[in-house]
């Protein structure tokens, strides 16, 4: 059972553009989660994190938000750029204090220049 | 500041060969470690973590085993490959609720 979802495999945006990448889970006891960026052939690289007592968190270009309700969350990326192009990957946690991630299986951004 | 360490960058190895891929995180003490595995296409599924030495936990059940015989040191392991061991490993430690990933490692067994 995937408990974290990515609906969308791959996503094209026009270089300039927002992209919005979506992530739905089915856990309500998950109260953090993270963003990933990856290469093909390199680690992730962590993009931006949000705890469920917020719905949204900004860093620059990116921006979580986090609808508990829905048990859904999107990471907007304001304004796209070709180097921005990479399979992004969102990741849920509950409370263990193992810090034990669950991945979806990634949404494959192209920014288009 | 904390950085990880992976090794082999890539490696093949044949059916029924051994594996051992090692993991070192510096900079930080008493991590949580992790190795996880993405198929090809697949997302990233975790296969064991530590949270102490001498303490694994196994995620799924499968022919890899992990060991962690020092505070910083986590490694994978294998006594007979099979085919469908093929993927890219990755070891990741966590920190304040956030996991960092090593380069990862593409294995290939033919």
């Known amino acids: 059972d995937q408990q974290v979802k990515q609906n969308s495999p791959s996503l094209s945006v026009q270089e300039g553009r927002i992209s919005i990448l979506n992530c739905d889970y089915t856990?309500?006891?998950?109260?953090?989660f993270l963003w990933y960026k990856k290469y093909p052939a390199e680690g992730p690289t962590f993009l931006i994190s949000?705890?469920?007592?917020?719905d949204k968190n900004e860093d620059g270009r990116f921006t979580v938000f986090l609808n508990k309700s829905a048990k859904h969350l999107s990471l907007h990326i304001v304004p796209s750029q070709p180097g921005d192009s990479a399979v992004y990957f969102c990741a849920a946690s509950g409370h263990s204090g193992t810090y034990k991630y669950i991945f979806g299986t990634g949404t494959r951004l192209k920014v288009l220049a | 500041s904390q950085t990880i360490h992976q090794w082999p960058a890539t490696l093949v190895q044949p059916v029924g060969s051994p594996l051992s891929l090692e993991c070192t995180v510096e900079?930080?003490?008493?991590?949580?470690l992790y190795w996880y595995r993405q198929a090809a296409g697949r997302g990233l599924q975790l296969l064991f973590y530590?949270?102490?030495?001498?303490?694994i936990s196994s995620e799924v059940p499968q022919n890899l085993s992990a060991s962690r015989p020092q505070d910083r040191q986590f490694i994978l392991s294998s006594k007979k490959l099979l085919l469908s061991d093929s993927g890219f490993y990755l070891c990741?430690?966590?920190?304040?609720?956030?996991?960092?990933f090593g380069a990862g490692t593409r294995l290939s067994v033919l």
């Open positions: 856990n309500s006891m998950f109260d953090y």
């Open positions: 900079g930080t003490s008493n991590p949580n």
């Open positions: 530590s949270v102490g030495i001498g303490q």
């Open positions: 949000i705890s469920s007592i917020k």
């Open positions: 990741a430690w966590s920190g304040k609720n956030i996991q960092y």
